[in-house]
């Protein structure tokens, strides 16, 4: 579904990010980017959500396909259109919006029963959300913040969702509410997932696959348990314990 | 969120009553009570801030709500002033409201003509075209007129709609008072439209918005189009109020102005467009008084009259910073919290609107 080969970017000012990085997402998978900070893991998502495409940074790959078709450089609208979902790492909602509008700008102008169902599943998972529908985003805690940004990014049914760091800051029993729902959410939608963490408890729990940045290279990949049993790449890059 | 049906047909019964109350209140007071009450003075400057409303309503469209700064405020409002007196001056019985209409469909398709180019650009480039756009109106405004009628300038005839003929200062009050209603209710209605979604969500991240699948160009060149629109019929209110209508008028320190109502109002927010206007027109007239009640020193007196309107820019100048410095929400902040307890006393006790980490009792 998702095909990345020779992924490299490059930054104006401080050079190569990420050089021949190689990952391929089948459908119905979900595949884990894990990595110490500064490893290229945020600059992966954003060259396949083509978000670096707006700024001078350039970005080349031997191959970036989503479902057959070349995403490399694409606008980060058409990206969207396609099928890929995005849930940042910073700026994930419209803070002076109220919560229910920030569901109305992702929902546009469809209204199909497809779209309500979807609806009514993300106001079950998330029914904090239900109750402070007519607040200011911004007054949102920083769970509920990512609570609202994932219900916007699935709201159309997309088939790949990218979703960066998205247990950074969150207390554990937020942390597990969150990972339980994105299951849910994966299961309905049959949602493929690409997930940036540096928590790899989350990440064991909602991957099977994974792969270890570091500097930019691809250090080490395999299923998410071969990864936790392989001692000096948890020690090194994963911080430790899992 | 999906609110059920008869849940959101009470909240919408609910604002709209909120709408009706507040409008049919400030239709009374620019019409029955403030005329009433106002000597002739205040009653010429109050004839200003709400001859200025519309077009910082049309302002805050463009720049408040879908955060595109422009420059092109005067320019639009020489556009609608010259219509008006084109119009009239090649076909005397024009009736007023044909001439309104008018203005405000070449308003809108100048809007296109304007904003198909300028939304391509951001944010300071966007600034610099639409400035482009004001001395480029202001020349042809230059050349029409001396080719038509000479340094003289237009001369209008008497405003009249089905009866209405407003002359003096209290007609036009409250002339310029209804407009000025209907303005904001224009923007209240777009504000809390998909249409207004879109441009705030445009204005906090374009990037984002874009993703969730709004359509940039559209949506900001709607925000273009309506805001000349409204701006080219208050232009041409302008110029039936004038009466002799002359281009020197739309000067750049017009464009000033109404940016300075924007961000001292506060971007987006609808009452602070109203308390902006409020602020920026009145100033230099609150200047000269300051200045005449310094009797006991005619050199301080003298020096402010003889600068006043270096005076007046400096200060629209120095708010202008000192908002954005420390009130980047403008008035509107404060006025929401005067009038959030004013709701609170209205609705009676058993919601406190400012306890933000509560959640809000929905549908009470």
Same mark, same amino acid.
């Given at each position: 579904?998702?095909?990345?080969?020779?992924?490299?970017?490059?930054?104006?000012?401080?050079?190569?990010?990420?050089?021949?990085?190689?990952?391929?997402?089948?459908?119905?998978?979900?595949?884990?980017?894990?990595? #110490?900070?500064?490893?290229?893991?945020?600059?992966?998502?954003?060259?396949?959500?083509?978000?670096?495409?707006?700024?001078?940074?350039?970005?080349?790959?031997?191959?970036?396909?989503?479902?057959?078709?070349?995403?490399?450089?694409? #606008?980060?609208?058409?990206?969207?259109?396609?099928?890929?979902?995005?849930?940042?790492?910073?700026?994930?909602?419209?803070?002076?919006?109220?919560?229910?509008?920030?569901?109305?700008?992702?929902?546009?102008?469809?209204?199909?029963?497809?779209?309500?169902?979807?609806?009514?599943?993300?106001?079950?998972?998330?029914?904090?959300?239900?109750?402070?529908?007519? *607040?200011?985003?911004?007054?949102?805690?920083?769970?509920?913040?990512?609570?609202?940004?994932?219900?916007?990014?699935?709201?159309?049914? #997309?088939?790949?969702?990218?979703?960066?760091?998205?247990?950074?800051?969150?207390?554990?029993?937020?942390?597990? *509410?969150?990972?339980?729902?994105?299951?849910?959410?994966?299961?309905?939608?049959?949602?493929?997932?690409?997930?940036?963490?540096? +928590?790899?408890?989350?990440?064991?729990?909602?991957?099977?696959?994974?792969?270890?940045?570091?500097?930019?290279?691809?250090?080490?990949?395999?299923?998410?348990?071969?990864?936790?049993?392989?001692?000096?790449?948890? +020690?090194?890059?994963?911080?430790?314990?899992? | 969120?999906?609110?059920?049906? $008869?849940?959101?047909?009470?909240?919408?019964?609910?604002?709209?009553?909120? /709408?009706?109350?507040?409008?049919?209140?400030?239709?009374?007071?620019?019409?029955?009570?403030?005329?009433?009450?106002?000597?002739?003075?205040?009653?010429?400057?109050?004839?200003?801030?709400?001859?200025?409303?519309?077009?910082?309503?049309?302002?805050?469209?463009?720049?408040?709500?879908?955060?595109?700064?422009? $420059?092109?405020?005067?320019?639009?409002?020489?556009?609608? $002033?010259?219509?008006?007196?084109?119009?009239?001056?090649?076909?005397?019985?024009?009736? =007023?409201?044909?001439?309104?209409?008018?203005?405000?469909?070449?308003?809108?398709?100048?809007?296109?003509?304007?904003?198909?180019?300028?939304?391509?650009?951001?944010?300071?480039?966007?600034?610099?075209?639409?400035?482009?756009?004001?001395?480029?109106?202001?020349?042809?405004?230059?050349?029409?007129?001396?080719?038509?009628?000479?340094?003289?300038?237009?001369?209008?005839?008497?405003?009249?709609?089905?009866?209405?003929?407003?002359?003096? =200062?209290?007609?036009?009050? @409250? =002339?310029?008072?209804?407009?000025?209603?209907?303005?904001?209710?224009?923007?209240?209605?777009?504000?809390?439209?998909?249409?207004?979604?879109?441009?705030?969500?445009?204005?906090?991240?374009?990037?984002?918005?874009?993703?969730?699948?709004?359509?940039?160009?559209?949506?900001?060149?709607?925000?273009?189009?309506?805001?000349?629109?409204?701006?080219?019929?208050?232009?041409?209110?302008?110029?039936?109020?004038?009466?002799?209508?002359?281009?020197? =008028?739309?000067?750049?320190?017009?464009?000033?102005?109404?940016?300075?109502?924007?961000?001292?109002?506060?971007?987006?927010?609808?009452?602070?467009?109203? /308390?902006?206007?409020?602020?920026? %027109?009145?100033?230099?007239?609150?200047?000269?008084?300051?200045?005449?009640?310094? @009797?006991?020193?005619?050199?301080?007196?003298?020096?402010?009259?003889?600068?006043?309107?270096?005076?007046?820019?400096?200060?629209?100048?120095?708010?202008?910073?000192?908002?954005?410095?420390?009130?980047?929400?403008?008035?509107?902040?404060?006025?929401?919290?005067?009038?959030?307890?004013?709701?609170?006393?209205?609705?009676?006790?058993?919601?406190?609107? %400012?306890?933000?980490?509560?959640?809000?009792?929905?549908?009470?």
């Amino acid at each position: 579904m998702l095909t990345i080969e020779g992924l490299r970017v490059v930054y104006p000012r401080t050079g190569v990010a990420v050089d021949g990085l190689d990952v391929t997402v089948e459908r119905g998978e979900a595949v884990a980017i894990l990595g #110490p900070n500064g490893a290229g893991k945020t600059t992966t998502v954003r060259a396949v959500t083509g978000f670096l495409s707006s700024e001078r940074v350039s970005v080349d790959a031997r191959r970036l396909e989503f479902d057959g078709a070349s995403i490399l450089r694409k #606008p980060p609208h058409r990206i969207a259109r396609a099928g890929i979902a995005v849930v940042p790492e910073r700026d994930k909602v419209f803070r002076e919006l109220l919560v229910e509008e920030n569901l109305e700008v992702a929902r546009g102008r469809s209204g199909d029963q497809a779209l309500q169902d979807t609806q009514d599943m993300l106001d079950e998972l998330f029914p904090i959300l239900v109750e402070r529908r007519k *607040e200011q985003a911004g007054l949102l805690s920083g769970g509920q913040i990512q609570m609202l940004a994932i219900a916007m990014s699935v709201l159309k049914r #997309p088939t790949l969702l990218v979703a960066d760091e998205i247990s950074l800051g969150l207390a554990p029993a937020l942390m597990d *509410e969150i990972v339980v729902a994105l299951d849910k959410i994966r299961d309905e939608l049959d949602l493929t997932m690409l997930l940036v963490e540096q +928590n790899v408890g989350v990440a064991r729990r909602l991957c099977s696959r994974g792969l270890v940045l570091e500097s930019g290279h691809v250090r080490a990949t395999g299923t998410m348990d071969e990864l936790a049993a392989d001692d000096s790449l948890a +020690n090194i890059y994963l911080g430790g314990t899992a | 969120m999906a609110p059920t049906p $008869a849940n959101l047909t009470m909240d919408s019964i609910r604002k709209l009553l909120i /709408v009706a109350a507040v409008s049919t209140l400030g239709l009374a007071l620019v019409v029955v009570v403030l005329p009433s009450m106002l000597s002739n003075y205040v009653l010429g400057i109050g004839t200003i801030v709400l001859f200025t409303i519309p077009g910082a309503v049309a302002l805050n469209i463009v720049f408040g709500l879908c955060g595109q700064i422009s $420059a092109g405020n005067a320019a639009f409002l020489a556009i609608g $002033a010259f219509i008006a007196a084109g119009m009239t001056h090649t076909w005397p019985d024009t009736p =007023t409201i044909l001439v309104l209409l008018a203005a405000a469909s070449i308003g809108a398709i100048a809007g296109v003509l304007v904003g198909a180019p300028a939304v391509r650009v951001r944010g300071l480039l966007l600034l610099v075209s639409t400035l482009a756009i004001h001395f480029i109106v202001l020349y042809l405004t230059e050349r029409y007129q001396k080719n038509e009628v000479g340094q003289a300038g237009f001369l209008l005839p008497q405003f009249d709609i089905l009866g209405w003929q407003p002359l003096r =200062t209290i007609e036009w009050f @409250k =002339t310029f008072g209804v407009f000025a209603i209907l303005s904001l209710l224009v923007m209240g209605a777009f504000r809390y439209s998909r249409l207004g979604r879109s441009w705030l969500a445009i204005r906090e991240n374009e990037t984002a918005a874009e993703v969730l699948g709004v359509r940039l160009m559209r949506a900001k060149l709607l925000a273009f189009v309506i805001s000349s629109a409204l701006i080219a019929v208050q232009g041409a209110l302008f110029a039936y109020y004038v009466g002799i209508l002359q281009y020197e =008028t739309f000067a750049f320190d017009m464009v000033i102005q109404y940016i300075a109502i924007v961000i001292i109002g506060g971007l987006g927010s609808i009452p602070g467009t109203v /308390v902006g206007a409020t602020l920026v %027109v009145s100033l230099p007239y609150l200047l000269r008084s300051l200045s005449e009640n310094l @009797k006991g020193s005619d050199g301080i007196a003298g020096f402010v009259d003889d600068n006043i309107f270096n005076i007046q820019r400096f200060t629209y100048g120095a708010l202008i910073v000192v908002f954005l410095l420390f009130f980047p929400d403008g008035i509107e902040s404060i006025v929401r919290r005067v009038w959030q307890w004013l709701l609170g006393l209205f609705r009676g006790r058993g919601d406190d609107p %400012v306890a933000p980490s509560e959640p809000a009792e929905v549908g009470a």
